[in-house]
């Protein structure tokens, strides 16, 4: 089946560790996403990608940072710079810059104490 | 991008059809109105979008003011499936693509 896959689905991690939190997709898409969205809230752009080996900060990159060196593959790092790093973080994808539907995958829990 | 305007909660009978308006007063001529909906610890899916005319498909309707300044999402025959929080979008179709998820509105189908 084609998707988006996210794992772990919970992650745990103590104040002061990086963690990188992976996202992979088989639908052949070129751009990639990622969102935070904490208890109550909408969705919030950290980066996005519209192809290989390049990516833009999105509404709320700092703290975070990602690489795109696989057209399937997106991972995003939560470092230590992030004040406030315990959050929902999904990621989507989409054919292309300039399609207008974005395929979500499952998440990923992040809780950090 | 043109600001949404949602209602924070709404509940529906299973079976009716939901009526979900949005209000997007500042839209500009290049932007299109689109939905999605997420259901808890989901990610969100997409539902339907538009620009000017009415569309269909097979989960949803949406109807679009002449002078294109709110739309309506419609569920013609609610499940409790369909319980979810619905987030409507107005975003240009361009090269710099990204979408912006306000706080959406919390549909609660009910039995």
């Known amino acids: 089946d084609g998707g988006i896959t996210q794992s772990p689905k919970y992650l745990f991690r103590k104040e002061g560790q990086n963690v990188t939190l992976s996202c992979e997709q088989n639908?052949?898409?070129?751009?990639m996403y990622w969102y935070r969205q904490d208890p109550g809230q909408g969705l919030r752009l950290i980066y996005y990608?519209?192809?290989?080996?390049?990516?833009q900060k999105g509404d709320i990159a700092e703290g975070y940072s990602v690489s795109r060196e696989k057209k399937e593959s997106f991972p995003l790092t939560v470092t230590s710079a992030q004040k406030n790093p315990t959050a929902f973080y999904l990621c989507a994808s989409s054919e292309d810059r300039s399609s207008y539907e974005q395929y979500f995958g499952p998440g990923t829990r992040l809780t950090v104490t | 991008d043109a600001k949404t305007t949602q209602p924070t909660s709404m509940d529906c009978a299973e079976g009716r059809a939901a009526n979900l308006p949005c209000n997007h007063s500042?839209?500009?001529?290049?932007?299109?109105v689109y939905w999605y909906r997420q259901i808890h610890s989901q990610g969100p899916q997409y539902i339907i979008h538009g620009l000017k005319n009415n569309e269909t498909n097979e989960m949803a309707s949406l109807i679009i003011t002449e002078d294109r300044k709110s739309s309506t999402l419609i569920l013609p025959h609610a499940t409790l499936r369909d319980t979810a929080v619905y987030y409507c979008?107005?975003?240009?179709?361009?090269?710099?693509?990204?979408?912006?998820f306000g706080a959406g509105t919390t549909v609660t189908v009910r039995a």
């Open positions: 979008i107005v975003s240009p179709r361009s090269n710099d693509y990204k979408l912006s």
């Open positions: 639908l052949n898409h070129d751009a």
């Open positions: 990608s519209q192809i290989v080996n390049d990516f």
């Open positions: 500042t839209i500009s001529g290049n932007e299109y």
